[in-house]
C-alpha cells in the first residue's frame, strides 16, 4: 500500500526565515510526485510535479527536491502570503492515476 | 481556461437526505477524479472516470454513494441517506493524459463542496 507521511505536521516561521518540508513516501513504482499548496476553505492549488529522483524545480521563493525515499519543499525567505497547508501526493505506475496525500505540513509565516 | 468548477460551494443537510454535488471540469481533459477531505487529513480518493467510463472506486466509496459522468463531460456525485460521518469537503480534480502513457498524471483540483450534515 502507498504510503506518504509529512513532517513537520505545522511550523512557524518568522518573514525572512529560510526552511525546509519534508515528505517521505512508500510506493511500487513512482509515476510521479505532487505537491499542492491549499488554502483554508479552499481546493489544492496545484504547484510541482516530479519523477526522476535528483530532479528539482522552482517557483518563485519554492523550490521542490525529490529522491528515491522522500520529497523536499523549500522555502526560501517566506513572505505572510506564503502561509498555507502543503500536501504532497505520490501517483503509483500501476494502475489508475489516482493520488496518495499526505496529511499536511501547515506553515504560518508571520511578518 | 477557466479551471475546474464545482457547484455547490457548500450544503448543509439533515441526516437522511440525499444530495447531489456537480463538477465540471478542465474542457480538454479526459480523467475525472473525485476526493474527500476531512479536518486535518489530505485528500482521499473515491472514484475515477476517463470519459465517461467509470473506472475505479474506493473502499471508502459504500452503496450509498453514486456518481456518473454523462457524455464525459461534466461529473454528479450523488449521496443517498447522508450520515454525520460524511461531514467532509468533496473535491473534484481532472487531467489530460495519452491511454497508456508512464508519464505522471498531473491533477488539478476545484474548489470543493463543504457538506455538513446535521
Known amino acids: 500500500e502507498d504510503q506518504v507521511t509529512q513532517s513537520p505536521e505545522a511550523l512557524r516561521l518568522q518573514e525572512g526565515e529560510s526552511s525546509s518540508l519534508n515528505c517521505s513516501y512508500t510506493?511500487?513504482?513512482?509515476?510521479?510526485l505532487f505537491w499542492y499548496r491549499q488554502d483554508p476553505g479552499k481546493g489544492p492549488e496545484f504547484l510541482f510535479t516530479?519523477?526522476?529522483a535528483g530532479e528539482e524545480k522552482e517557483k518563485e521563493r519554492l523550490k521542490a527536491t525529490l529522491t528515491k525515499k522522500e520529497s523536499f519543499l523549500h522555502i526560501t525567505a517566506p513572505k505572510p502570503e506564503d502561509s498555507a497547508t502543503y500536501l504532497c501526493?505520490?501517483?503509483?505506475?500501476?494502475?489508475?492515476?489516482?493520488?496518495?496525500f499526505g496529511k499536511g505540513t501547515m506553515l504560518l509565516v508571520s511578518p | 481556461d477557466t479551471g475546474v468548477s464545482q457547484d455547490p460551494r457548500h450544503k448543509i443537510t439533515k441526516r437522511g437526505q440525499n444530495v447531489t454535488f456537480r463538477c465540471d471540469p478542465i474542457s480538454e481533459h479526459n480523467r475525472l477524479y473525485w476526493y474527500r477531505q476531512t479536518l486535518g487529513q489530505g485528500p482521499e480518493f473515491l472514484t475515477y472516470?476517463?470519459?465517461?467510463?467509470?473506472?475505479?472506486k474506493s473502499r471508502l466509496l459504500s452503496d450509498r454513494f453514486s456518481a456518473e459522468r454523462p457524455k464525459g463531460s461534466f461529473s454528479t456525485l450523488e449521496i443517498q441517506r447522508t450520515e454525520q460521518g460524511d461531514s467532509a469537503m468533496y473535491l473534484c480534480a481532472s487531467s489530460y493524459s495519452d491511454r497508456g502513457s508512464g508519464n505522471p498524471d498531473t491533477q488539478y483540483f476545484g474548489p470543493g463542496t463543504r457538506l455538513t450534515v446535521l
Open positions: 501526493a505520490v501517483q503509483a505506475m500501476r494502475g489508475y492515476s489516482t493520488l496518495t
Open positions: 472516470f476517463q470519459n465517461e467510463a467509470q473506472l475505479e
Open positions: 516530479l519523477y526522476s
Open positions: 510506493v511500487s513504482g513512482l509515476r510521479g
